[in-house]
């Protein structure tokens, strides 16, 4: 994830001012280090470095402090604020009838994001179409179809045409009944002359109401002259980063959104449609800060609740904060999370958790992998009720009729039980820090300045 770094590293410098009321320019010093070492490394330009850098030293020197609040909580709203300045809000896209043209090199997921902002809108009650005038690639049209299919929405394209610009304004034509289009244009390893006529000459085409460039996370300073480029010839509004799953910084795309003064639209997260968020600024500064994302939650549990049709008054996600943990309810959240994407992202998204809990717990409390779930599945199968509402009844004669029962051996039964207790133990560490409004509430306030210090029941922060 991006700047991932970034939340550690300043989670241990902040964790120096423990205690404090007043902040040293030493402090200051050190923190902002820390800072701009996370953030050069994740790519980030170097002047956009020093500015943000500068302007936390700046401020945390010279403002005073509400009266109470605890150094620490000071600087890192400082700090907050100024990382939400700095990657400022998500490109603005009315959820109504609009044209979205896309930008990029070659590979940097163009086609895919295609699919997946498709997707997204039509998530939102929206009936949106993809046009594709990729005749560039040979098998960009066989992936884009399959991609439209699988994301259910409208699909133009014509393998036999060579003409892009024909093919796009053949597309909005033959996709008029659709409220979004989204054009996908071709790549090319290199920022070359005919690229840029062909994607202007689109452009007129299509005349799009926001232009995106597709970046692959992993570019780094070359950000800076395709953004520049593509910018100049069709003027850009936001970028879509792609590849966040993977081990990519990430910053070079920041830079590109400060070079375009645009702003960051989408984020993708994987290869299936599904794997995007829309880019939310407080949400991802919170997270990278490890102060989680209940949004974000919030969005997926609702997801995964249609996905697997469990019923809200049948499973609430609340439960699982206020610690009422079961193996009945092991089973339904396996399912549910199994929808939502790995548990460890989900965990990241939960205040407190990512960075801070999280690293402390073995590394497989997060392990439920689809086949650990499926044998876990089949073994709650074969306990009684009584068993899964009370597991700590389960002795070794009990273990060992579930494991024949229900085809398995005994240590996997153990094993279960293992992992139903490290669930357990994870979520009793929420209830110190009360109810998902109460977390809510407090991010709020701390997003607004009020309250003295309200990052102060964060649990680890
Ligand atoms: N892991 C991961 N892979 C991605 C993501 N987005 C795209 N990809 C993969 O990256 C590769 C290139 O993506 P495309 O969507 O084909 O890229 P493109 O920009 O359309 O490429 P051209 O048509 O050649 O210009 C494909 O293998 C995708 O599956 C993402 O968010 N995560």
Excluded: C
Excluded at 129 to 148: H, L, N, S, W
Excluded at 154 to 169: K, S, T
């Amino acid at each position: 994830m991006v700047l991932d770094d970034l939340g550690s590293s300043l989670r241990s410098s902040l964790d120096k001012l423990r205690g404090k009321s007043r902040i040293s320019e030493e402090d200051v010093e050190e923190i902002v280090k820390e800072i701009q070492r996370s953030l050069l490394s994740a790519d980030v330009d170097v002047s956009l470095v020093m500015e943000l850098s500068d302007n936390i030293k700046e401020r945390a020197l010279e403002e005073e402090p509400p009266a109470g609040t605890p150094a620490r909580d000071f600087v890192l709203r400082i700090v907050y604020e100024e990382l939400v300045g700095l990657i400022g809000d998500s490109t603005e896209l009315p959820l109504e009838e609009q044209t979205i043209l896309l930008a990029g090199l070659q590979g940097s997921g163009k086609t895919t994001s295609a699919a997946k902002m498709a997707w997204w809108f039509s998530t939102k009650g929206l009936r949106p179409a993809v046009i594709q005038t990729d005749t560039f690639r040979p098998g960009a049209y066989d992936q884009a179809k399959e991609m439209a299919s699988r994301a259910e929405v409208d699909f133009y394209g014509n393998p036999d045409n060579d003409d892009p610009v024909e093919i796009a304004r053949k597309g909005l034509e033959e996709t008029s009944e659709a409220d979004v289009h989204i054009v996908d244009t071709a790549g090319r390893h290199a920022l070359e002359d005919d690229l840029i006529d062909e994607i202007e000459q689109i452009e007129g085409v299509v005349e799009p109401d926001t232009s995106l460039l597709v970046l692959d996370a992993a570019i780094g300073q070359g950000a800076k002259e395709q953004a520049q480029q593509f910018d100049e010839s069709i003027g850009i509004d936001g970028v879509v980063i792609t590849k966040l799953d993977g081990t990519a910084k990430g910053g070079g795309a920041l830079t590109a959104v400060d070079q375009t003064d645009s702003s960051i639209a989408f984020l993708g997260t994987g290869e299936e449609v599904q794997d995007v968020e829309r880019f939310e600024p407080d949400g991802f500064i919170s997270r990278l800060l490890g102060m989680g994302d209940l949004g974000q939650l919030a969005e997926r549990v609702e997801r995964a609740m249609d996905q697997t049709e469990i019923e809200e008054d049948d499973w609430d996600p609340e439960d699982m904060l206020q610690g009422q943990f079961t193996l009945n309810d092991m089973q339904k959240q396996m399912e549910a999370m199994n929808n939502m994407g790995p548990l460890d992202q989900v965990m990241d998204m939960i205040p407190g958790f990512g960075g801070g809990i999280k690293d402390q717990l073995p590394d497989d409390a997060m392990d439920v992998t689809q086949e650990r779930m499926h044998t876990f599945s089949v073994i709650m199968d074969s306990m009684t009720e009584a068993e899964k509402e009370y597991p700590k009844a389960i002795g070794a004669s009990q273990i060992e009729r579930i494991a024949r029962g229900s085809g398995t051996n005994e240590d996997q039964v153990r094993e279960l039980l293992q992992q139903y207790k490290m669930m357990e133990k994870t979520i009793k560490q929420f209830q110190g820090m009360g109810s998902e409004q109460e977390m809510q509430r407090m991010m709020k306030q701390m997003q607004q300045g009020g309250g003295g210090g309200g990052m102060g029941g964060l649990g680890p922060f």
